[in-house]
């Protein structure tokens, strides 16, 4: 099962953060310099992430890595999930 990124997308375009691209290009989008996330954004979006897909993550999922881009976070929320299963 693919993880889609409308989740992600939805809560940017709630957080105020229009994103102009679609399809593999919004995979690439980086969170930090184009939708403009900082630390306390990326705590939001962990919780986001944990409530939409019900994963939940550890200290090494908060790798600053994981977070780069849309793509990066979908691959962990996959990888969760497939972890849970």
Known sequence: MDILPDGIVEYLS?????????????????????????????????????????VSFDADDLDPDNFQTIGSVLSMVQARKSQSS
């Open 14 to 54: 709630a957080k105020g953060t229009s994103l102009a691209v679609q399809g593999q290009e919004l995979l690439e989008v980086n969170l930090f310099d184009q939708a403009g996330i900082d630390s306390v954004g990326i705590l939001d979006l962990i919780h986001f992430l944990e409530d939409h897909y019900e």
